[in-house]
Every structure is written in structure tokens, then in C-alpha cells.
């Protein structure tokens, strides 16, 4: 099983910036893409970037512009760079790799088209 595992979270102002970052225990070049996801309190998993083997990534309308997702091909690991950060970024993130469908819930692993997660780290923004 492929060993997803984030560092990075904390708790900042309105404002900040925080790097969020991913180690996979496999290739990367093995995952067909790998991602960030996040799930505030309430609310379902929201797919928020994500980056295909062939270098193509995708953001979510909210944070365009604020966040950068980056691999490091010869480390294995994924980062996230997170600036201008809002209260509204405040949830639980996910790193998460060959997902071919978003769970309602961040980590469900039920199917195989959910892919693999990690354990997921929190952001905190105070406004």
C-alpha cells in the first residue's frame, strides 16, 4: 500500500503563508496524479489542487492565484504553497494520490477510484 504522509499545518493570521508538504513512500512517477483536498467541519471533501503525471494542474476557483502545488520528482514528495491565507481556508488538508472520484469524505478509502490519503494535517487562519 502506498504511504501518504503530510507535515506542515498550523495556525496563522489572515494573511500568512504556510508550505504544506507530502512524502510518499512509492515513486511518484507511479501515481497517475496526486493532490491537496480539504474538509472543514460540516462540510464535504473539496478537491482544492492537484497535479497529473504530465505536469498539468488544476486549481479551485477560491484559491487561484493564492496556492501553488509542486513536485519534487527526486524526493517523492508534493508541496502545497499556501499565501494570502483567509479564515475561510481554515480545514483539515489532505494529500491524496490517484483519486478518480472525490469522496464525501476526505480519507475514504472504500473504493479504489477514492485512491490513497493520508492522515491529513490542519490549517488554522484567525481572521
Known amino acids: 500500500n502506498v504511504q501518504l504522509k503530510e507535515s506542515g499545518g498550523g495556525s496563522v493570521q489572515a494573511g500568512g503563508s504556510l508550505t504544506l508538504s507530502c512524502a510518499t513512500s512509492?515513486?511518484?512517477?507511479?501515481?497517475?496524479?496526486m493532490g491537496w483536498y480539504r474538509q472543514a467541519p460540516g462540510n464535504e471533501c473539496e478537491k482544492v489542487s492537484t497535479?497529473?503525471?504530465?505536469?498539468?494542474?488544476y486549481y479551485t476557483d477560491s484559491v487561484k492565484g493564492r496556492f501553488t502545488i509542486s513536485q519534487d520528482n527526486s524526493k517523492n514528495t508534493m508541496a502545497l504553497q499556501m499565501n494570502n491565507l483567509k479564515p475561510e481556508d481554515t480545514a483539515r488538508y489532505y494529500c491524496?494520490?490517484?483519486?478518480?472520484?472525490?469522496?464525501?469524505?476526505?480519507?475514504?478509502?472504500?473504493?479504489?477510484?477514492?485512491?490513497?490519503w493520508g492522515q491529513g494535517t490542519q490549517v488554522t487562519v484567525s481572521s
Open positions: 497535479i497529473s503525471a504530465d505536469g498539468t494542474t
Open positions: 512509492g515513486n511518484i512517477f507511479d501515481f497517475s496524479n
Open positions: 491524496a494520490a490517484d483519486v478518480r472520484a472525490t469522496p464525501d469524505r476526505c480519507g475514504n478509502i472504500l473504493y479504489p477510484l477514492f485512491g490513497s
